[in-house]
């Protein structure tokens, strides 16, 4: 996914699917035809490890199967299909952070976020990239690798994708260890600093979960 802890590999943009059919029918359906798609490079299939989370806001529809395709960037997305929410996003300027732990990605964190106002968008990219972002890649969370920050091809909603790469295929208890870690390193919730680093004026949060690989092919 991404850029892969493996090949160090970079990936001008990503095109995610959401759907909730299942992960053999959509490998053998759907990731087939996508892979014909001019400018998609790979695709890998994911199963939500946290469905209907309940610790985090959440404004897009819940669903249990993500598609992950890597774009180039003469991409354009395809027709939409039957119960497929998708979205196009391409790297920001801004390089990832975190380390490569020559391990391959079997786990991720999607985290999809928007400006409260369209004049937020650079104060809440600087936010997530100079603070929030750092602190997490800091911590050294066990099972996190890069994290990567993208923005959505249309400029809409959802604005920014922070895509968190795992090497590890149970992602939701290396995700539920990062805020010990990060409290451990910048205070307590409550302090300044927590405050400032878990959230800011401009944040809206459209959905944030953890996934494991099911399944990678190439074109």
Known sequence: ATRRNVEDRMTPGLYLEMT???????????????????GVERATWWQNACRDRT???????????LGVYEVGDG???????DGVARHHF????RPGQGSLTGKPT????????????????????????????????EAGVPGFSMITPYENATGG???????YEMDT????PAFRAMTPLVSGRIGRPGTPEWDAWANT???????????????????
Do not use: C, K
């Open 75 to 81: 991409f354009v997305a395809p027709a939409p299909a």
């Open 106 to 137: 079997l786990g991720i964190m999607l985290v999809l976020i928007s400006p409260r106002h369209p004049d937020q968008a650079q104060a809440l990219r600087d936010w997530a990239d100079f603070v929030h972002i750092r602190h997490i890649a």
């Open 55 to 65: 610790d985090l806001p959440r404004r897009l529809p819940e669903f249990g199967l």
């Open 169 to 172: 295929d149970d992602p939701e």
């Open 20 to 38: 909730d059919v299942a992960g053999g029918e959509y490998a053998a359906t759907r990731v087939t035809e996508l892979l014909r798609v001019p």
């Open 201 to 219: 004026p401009a944040l809206r949060i459209m959905y944030v979960n953890t996934f494991r690989r099911l399944g990678e092919r190439s074109a």
């Open 90 to 93: 391409r790297r920001t300027p």
């Open 157 to 163: 909603d959802p604005r920014f994708l922070h895509f």
